[in-house]
């Protein structure tokens, strides 16, 4: 069976004792050992619930990671981490500054996928934050040139994808939420992707989220990846139309739960986004996942989405005989 | 010697415990264990040591921070008739987000917003505060109008209604007003609606000096233009912006200009003295002792550190220019 195959994004929300260690351990109160423990503990729960509710492939949830950028900076020779800056209302995060040549300590994600993947029989994602997001928000005051810093970062995440692939990764998937920020940068994102993702032989997919798509649709199929995953359900499936003039000619991992609401989408509503998307994108290239990372929902919110987001595409499949 | 000022934000919260009150006391006013009024006296606190902050740089002519701005839109637009908040969208091409305005009907003032805030900044500092407010165009394009059926009509009621605050602020003694227009970065054909709605304010703006301020690009097209219209001084971001110097150099100007100089985005440090022999290069053709420096935009962007350590480029950059003496 290849229809209808469901996925997730990324990252999972933090289970209360986590977020608590991870306070604690911030304040030197918690050794690094017992936080990696405790991490290793929530990663197995998470691994342990997407194959209980029938997930084709798997992510190891992120449980090890703050910001998805300062994540990777921290391990990249070349760069400090800023002081706090605020992204909007009272959420702040800690930027990355590049204050030289980049350069890769060794390999960043590796271990954690590797953990991930020895605790399950089904495919894990390779996950990167891309280059062209890396650069979008790190401060430079090395390269003087924001091609020159993302090409850098590329030329890193190349190293690391390899080793992800070297490592077992069957996926690869390249984080580019800054995708839709300038425009007029998109070549230079296609560019840094193609470096990245250049010679693989795992299957590659770019995320991206909360863009005006409609202005970078026509990137869509130059984009060097195999699968485009997109946010559609926040977006109110408006680009339904536009895919069927002008269709992918990639797989497409659509997403189908709003990760910024706090409601659970019922199955049957879920079912009809599908079937919507049934209508442009043949099942076998057609994936299932939420619209992005559920790391802002609360554990049960996030399990209840995904819950019936995989009874939905199973109710799909049986209703089409693809089972 | 030319005079420094700022552009409107200052980070809210530094890295040290004591600096972070106001972000614990959001998080208390969410959970309920505080209520609005405690958040506002934790709000002053903060633009108490902003002002200081600045005070102690010298900086001539500050601002309260616009600590109390959930955002550059919503702020003031929030609180206009017929206007409902919406959810996030990214501001420009920075990466952080605003909260939509919704605009239901007709837009209209009802009572001073911002006028409160001003008069207890001005209380607590000893250099003039500058009363900053997002642009009538710039809250127009940003905004999501389900009313009116052109931008323009939206923009000159939006322009009627900044004009009744900045009366408000005027009457109460602001000297110095600023209204923020970055939209024309991104539409420079924008500028004759933005000379029209300024018009508008003008009118209301008494004695103060009016302040327009572009930034988040170049405006390098409609240079000229902006030196022709309404306002009194010419606020220019020559960093993200910086093709606009071309456009400065060729034809001066008769207004004062706000040189935003210093790199508001980033957090590497500029050398004063190549600052200041920049802005020398413009001697006879813009009256420098009426600039003033400044960063390219607000300071939000940067963490607190990096903030102070910009105002202290900007002072002693503006010192090693010392024209005019």
């Known amino acids: ?12 929300p933090k289970p209360e004792y986590l977020s608590r260690a991870r306070t604690k351990a911030s304040k030197g109160d918690l050794s690094k050992e ?6 290793e503990r929530a990663t197995k729960e998470w691994i342990r619930f997407q194959e209980e509710i029938g997930m084709d492939v798997l992510v190891d949830g992120e449980q090890y990671r703050g910001d998805m950028a300062t994540y990777f900076a921290e391990n990249i020779e070349g760069t400090e981490i800023s002081g706090l800056v605020r992204s909007y209302g009272n959420r702040y995060y800690k930027k990355p500054i590049i204050v030289d040549e980049l350069r890769l300590r060794g390999p960043i994600s590796v271990d954690w996928f590797k953990f991930a993947q020895a605790k399950t029989e089904r495919p894990v994602k390779g996950m990167i934050t891309g280059p062209y997001t890396m650069m979008d928000w790190s401060f430079d005051e090395h390269y003087g040139s924001r091609a020159d810093a993302c090409l850098a970062f590329a030329k890193l995440l190349h190293q690391e994808a390899v080793a992800l692939e070297a490592a077992g990764a069957k996926v690869v998937q390249v984080d580019e939420p800054a995708l839709s920020t300038r425009f007029d940068e998109l070549p230079l994102l296609v560019k840094a992707v193609e470096v990245v993702t250049k010679g693989l032989e795992a299957k590659t997919v770019l995320h991206t989220c909360y863009g005006n798509y409609n202005e ?26 536009r895919f069927k003039r002008e269709p992918l000619e ?24 599908i079937e919507k998307a049934l209508t442009i994108f043949a099942p076998s290239k057609l994936i299932i996942d939420p619209d992005c990372g559920l790391k802002t929902r609360s554990v049960e919110e996030a399990q209840g989405k995904l819950r019936n987001m995989v009874e939905a595409a199973r109710a799909a499949r049986q209703a089409h005989g693809w089972t | 010697m030319v005079r420094t000022t700022v ?19 959001i998080a208390r006013l969410d959970k309920g264990e505080i209520a609005e009024a405690d958040l506002r006296a934790l709000e002053q606190e903060v633009v108490q040591t902003v002002l200081r902050e600045q005070n102690d740089a010298g900086i001539d002519l500050v601002t309260d921070g616009q600590i109390s701005w959930y955002d550059s839109q919503s702020r003031f637009a929030g609180k206009l008739a017929s206007i409902e908040i919406n959810g996030l969208v990214r501001y420009f091409d920075t990466n952080t987000y605003y909260r939509q305005p919704v605009v239901r009907g007709p837009v209209a003032w009802t009572e001073p917003v911002l006028l409160d805030e001003w008069k207890f900044a001005q209380s607590h500092s000893r250099a003039p505060v500058k009363a900053v407010l997002t642009g009538p165009v710039t809250l127009a394009s940003l905004a999501l109008d389900k009313h009116y059926r052109t931008k323009e009509a939206l923009a000159l009621d939006l322009a009627t209604a900044l004009a009744d605050e900045v009366g408000a602020l005027v009457r109460a003694g602001a000297s110095h007003v600023q209204i923020d227009e970055p939209i024309l970065t991104r539409h420079p054909e924008d500028v004759s609606l933005v000379v029209e709605a300024l018009e508008r304010i003008r009118s209301r703006k008494g004695k103060a000096s009016l ?3 572009t930034y988040f690009g170049s405006v390098a097209g409609i240079y000229t233009d902006l030196l022709d219209g309404p306002a009194d001084v010419l606020g220019l971001d020559l960093v993200q912006g910086a093709a606009t110097w071309s456009a400065l150099a060729r034809h001066g100007s008769k207004k004062p200009l706000v040189f935003g100089l210093i790199d508001a985005r980033n957090t590497k440090e500029e050398d004063p003295a190549a600052i200041a022999k920049q802005l020398l290069s413009l001697k006879g053709s813009v009256d420098l002792n009426a600039s003033y420096l400044s960063p390219s935009n607000g300071l939000d962007f940067l963490p607190r550190d990096r903030a102070r350590r910009k105002l202290r480029i900007l002072r002693d950059a503006a010192k090693k220019a010392g024209v005019g003496g």
């Open chain 1, 1 to 12: 069976m290849n229809e209808l195959l469901t996925t997730s994004v990324g990252s999972f």
């Open chain 1, 34 to 39: 017992d936080l990696r423990a405790l991490e």
């Open chain 1, 216 to 241: 970078i649709f026509e990137y869509f199929n130059k984009l060097p990846v195999d699968q485009l995953d997109l946010e559609m359900s926040n977006s109110g499936l408006d680009l339904l139309d």
């Open chain 1, 250 to 273: 990639k797989e497409i991992a659509f997403g189908v739960v709003d990760v910024h609401s706090h409601v659970i989408e019922p199955e049957a509503l879920i079912r009809e986004r």
């Open chain 2, 7 to 25: 552009v409107g934000t200052y980070p809210r919260i530094g890295d040290r415990p004591e600096e972070q009150t106001l972000r614990r006391g």
């Open chain 2, 211 to 213: 302040t327009l301020f």
